[in-house]
C-alpha cells in the first residue's frame, strides 16, 4: 500500500528533491514551503511520515513536531536539523520524532530512515488491533474424518494457494466457517501478514463504513483521532468478513467498489488508497435468495461468489463427531484443571443421535458444560443436558428414518435413569460397588433400582 509523506522545507531545491525521491521509492507525496501550511495539512488529513526541517521562515520546526504527537500520533515525523546542532535534534527527539538526519545528508539515508518509519507504523497499527483481539488461533485445524470433510480440505488447499482474492463460504450457523477461514490463511503466501476478523452483524449500519475502510480526526463529531480501517489493518494478509448477508445497502456497495478496484478512502479523507487484501466473506444465509427478494445486490452476490466453499453442518459428517469430541474434552480437561476425559460408549451414541442444529458450536457448548459440571474421568449420559438425553433416546438409530405416523416415545424419567445405571455398570464392568459410588448412591438404593426396573 502507497504511504502518504508530508515534506515541509522552505529550500526550494531540497523540498523538489526530497519530493521526487520520495516519489520515485513509490510514496505518495506532499511537499510545502510553510510551516504554517504544513501544520493545516497535518490537522486535515495526518500523514503516514512526516519529513520536517527544523528551521522554517514561519514557524518553529519544534512546535508542529509538539503539535503532531499530541494530534496525530500515528504519524511518524523524521527531523532535520542543521549542520552541528545535535541539541537541537536531542530536543526532537525527547519530544517524540522517530529519527533525525543532519545537513548536508544523502537522500539515501532520508528515504532509509522515512521506509522504516513507514513500516514501524504499519507493523504498530496491526499489533494494537491483534492485541484487542480476545481469542487465540495457535493450533486450530478442521477435524476431517468424514469424507466430506477430507474432500472439503482438498479443496481448501488449492483454493488457500491460488491467488483469488475473494473467497465466498457457506454453511450453517457453527459450522466451522471461522476455522475455515483461518486454515485458507495459514496456508496461503500471506500465512505472516494479519487475518483480521469483522463479524457484520455486529456492527451498526452507521458504524460499518468506518469500521471497514477508516476515517479521519473530524470526519464526524466523535472522529476524535484518525482510525485505520480493517481493510487497511489487514493489508498484506486476510480480512475475514463473518455473516456477509447482514451487511446493508450502503455497506454493500462500498464494499463492491472495494473488492472491484482494491482501493478504498477513509471517511473525510480526499486520497484513493492500495492494499493488497485477500477477503474472505462467510454467511449462513440464502444470498442468491436474498438476491431474487431484492435484500442483497445482485452484483456483489457474483463477485462474492466466484469461488464458494460449502461446510457441511455437523449431521452430515458424524464421523467428525468422536474426533471433534476428543479434542474438545482435553482442551476443557485442561482448561478447568480436570483429569483427562473420555466419553461412554452410551454418551458417544446419545451424542450420535442429536440432529445438532447449532452444529460444532453446539457440541463444544455442551461439552464444555459437562466438563466444567462434573470431575467424572468417564463423561456418562446424565453430565449431559436432560432434554439432548431425551430428543436422543426418542429419536430414530442414525439411518433410519421413522415410519410416516408411527407414534413418537417420549421416554420417561425412569427410563432416562436406568439407561444411565447401565451406561455407569457398563464403564465399571458389572462391579455394583463402584457403580454406586460413581452415582453417588448406596448400593442398596442401586440394588433396589434396578430390581424395580427388572420388575416391571
Not at 519544534?62 to 500515528?74: D, F, K, M, S, W
Not at 483481539?133 to 476431517?144: C, E, K, M, T, Y
Not at 462474492?304 to 474426533?323: F, H, K, W
Request: hydrophobic share 45%; net charge negative; proline share 5%.
Amino acid at each position: 500500500m502507497s504511504k502518504h509523506v508530508l515534506v515541509i522545507d522552505d529550500e526550494r531545491l531540497l523540498r523538489d528533491s526530497l519530493a521526487g525521491a520520495l516519489a520515485d521509492d513509490g510514496f505518495e507525496v506532499t511537499a510545502v514551503a510553510t510551516g504554517t501550511e504544513g501544520l493545516a495539512r497535518i490537522r486535515g488529513e495526518p500523514p503516514d511520515v512526516v519529513v520536517l526541517d527544523l528551521v522554517l521562515g514561519d514557524v518553529d520546526g519544534l512546535e508542529i513536531l509538539g503539535h503532531t504527537v499530541r494530534e496525530a500520533p500515528e504519524t511518524k515525523t523524521l527531523v532535520i536539523t542543521a549542520h552541528g546542532s545535535i541539541d537541537t535534534a536531542v530536543r526532537a527527539m525527547k519530544l517524540g520524532a522517530y529519527d533525525f538526519v543532519r545537513k548536508p545528508f544523502e537522500l539515501e539515508e532520508v528515504l532509509a530512515s522515512v521506509r522504516n518509519a513507514a513500516r514501524t507504523g504499519t507493523l504498530e497499527h496491526q499489533v494494537q488491533y491483534l492485541a484487542r483481539r480476545d481469542r487465540d488461533h495457535a493450533g486450530v485445524s478442521p477435524v476431517a474424518r468424514s469424507a466430506a470433510m477430507r474432500r472439503l480440505l482438498d479443496e481448501a488447499s488449492l483454493v488457500a494457494a491460488s491467488p483469488v482474492p475473494v473467497v465466498l463460504l457457506v454453511g450453517e450457523s457453527g459450522s466451522g466457517k471461522q476455522v475455515l477461514a483461518r486454515l485458507l490463511h495459514d496456508r496461503s503466501a500471506s500465512s505472516a501478514g494479519p487475518f483480521v476478523e469483522l463479524n457484520c452483524s455486529a456492527i451498526p449500519e452507521n458504524l460499518v463504513e468506518s469500521e471497514l475502510f477508516g476515517h479521519e480526526r473530524g470526519a464526524f463529531s466523535d472522529a476524535r483521532e484518525r482510525k485505520l480501517g480493517l481493510v487497511e489493518v489487514a493489508d498484506g494478509g486476510t480480512l475475514f468478513l463473518d455473516e456477509i448477508g447482514d451487511l446493508g445497502p450502503s455497506a454493500q456497495a462500498k464494499l463492491l467498489k472495494f473488492l472491484e478496484q482494491r482501493t478504498f478512502r477513509r471517511l473525510g479523507a480526499t486520497a484513493e488508497r492500495r492494499v493488497s487484501t485477500r477477503v474472505i466473506a462467510a454467511t449462513h444465509r440464502d444470498l442468491a435468495g436474498m438476491v431474487r427478494e431484492r435484500r442483497f445486490r445482485e452484483d456483489l452476490y457474483y463477485r462474492l461468489n466466484a469461488l464458494t466453499l460449502r461446510i457441511p453442518p455437523l449431521r452430515e459428517r458424524l464421523d467428525d463427531l468422536e474426533p471433534l469430541a476428543a479434542a474438545f474434552l482435553d482442551e476443557y480437561s485442561r482448561a478447568y484443571g480436570r483429569r483427562w476425559r473420555a466419553l461412554s460408549p452410551e454418551t458417544l451414541g446419545i451424542l450420535q443421535q442429536h440432529a445438532w442444529p447449532g452444529n460444532v458450536r453446539e457440541l463444544r457448548s455442551v461439552l464444555s458444560r459437562a466438563t466444567l459440571m462434573s470431575d467424572a474421568e468417564i463423561l456418562l449420559p446424565a453430565h449431559l443436558p436432560g432434554e439432548l438425553v431425551a430428543a436422543a433416546l426418542a429419536s430414530p438409530a442414525p439411518g433410519r428414518a421413522r415410519a410416516p405416523g408411527a407414534p413418537v416415545h417420549i421416554p420417561s424419567l425412569e427410563e432416562i435413569e436406568l439407561a444411565h445405571i447401565r451406561a455407569v455398570l457398563a464403564v465399571c464392568s458389572g462391579n455394583r460397588t463402584q457403580a454406586a459410588q460413581h452415582l453417588g448412591i448406596t448400593r442398596q438404593t442401586l440394588a433396589k433400582k434396578i430390581g424395580a426396573a427388572e420388575e416391571g
